[in-house]
């Protein structure tokens, strides 16, 4: 993630999913960094006690409780800003190890709307804010799943690709707006939830 401290205009950073694991970690970096680190989740408690965490460190940050699948909430969020310089898409997960014969549709139906429409709605509630900042960023987090597929995963798998579809796509799309997208595709770690 940025190293580099960031210029005035793109110092704010939202980060979704930021209530654990990638998320937490990402925003303590992106906070280090210097940016004004926005942490949404829809865990409450857990943001908040990461905020007075990163403020306790002499860095920046608030919580925002947010559910990414609910476009009507994020566009709400997004009326808050002017312009950000990041967006870290990094809600998400796997639900279920089941073959596609007995796959339940439900997790499959969650797993989409998390991993794909929440990328989406954060993505487009943001991105004239990100492009207002002259200097955006858009990370979304995909996962190795996004790359190729592994037996009891096609649910997430299916996800992933979506995800990582969508960071492909918006790249080519923006070309010549002063925003760019990263994609990354972690490897599953024991350390945390999802592969
Ligand atoms: N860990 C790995 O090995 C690995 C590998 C490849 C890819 N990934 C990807 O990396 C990302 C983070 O994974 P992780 O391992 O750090 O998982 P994690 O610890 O389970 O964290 C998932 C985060 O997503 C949030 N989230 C889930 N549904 C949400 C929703 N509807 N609205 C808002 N936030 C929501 C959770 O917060 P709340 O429950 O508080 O809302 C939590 O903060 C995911 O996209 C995952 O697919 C992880």
Request: hydrophobic share 45%.
């Amino acid at each position: 993630m940025a190293t580099a401290a960031p210029s005035a205009a793109s110092r704010i950073a939202v980060v979704t999913g930021a209530s654990s694991g990638i998320g937490a970690a990402t925003a303590r970096q992106l906070a280090a960094a210097g940016y004004r680190v926005v942490l949404t989740a829809r865990r409450k408690d857990r943001i908040e006690a990461l905020a007075e965490e990163i403020n306790a460190a002499g860095h920046q940050a608030t919580a925002y409780a947010l559910d990414v699948t609910d476009r009507a909430a994020v566009d709400e969020f997004a009326t808050a800003f002017r312009s950000i310089g990041v967006l870290v898409n990094n809600a998400g997960g796997a639900l279920g190890a089941d073959p596609v014969a007995t796959g339940d549709p439900a997790d499959w139906r969650q797993m989409y709307e998390t991993n794909v429409i929440g990328t989406l709605n954060l993505t487009q509630a943001l991105l004239p804010k990100l492009v207002a900042s002259g200097d955006g960023t858009v990370v979304v987090v995909s996962s190795t799943a996004g790359h190729g597929t592994y037996e009891g995963g096609a649910g997430y798998v299916a996800a992933k690709h979506g995800a990582h579809v969508l960071a492909e796509t918006l790249r080519l799309e923006i070309v010549g707006q002063p925003v760019r997208v990263i994609e990354i595709a972690p490897a599953w770690s024991r350390r945390t939830s999802s592969p």
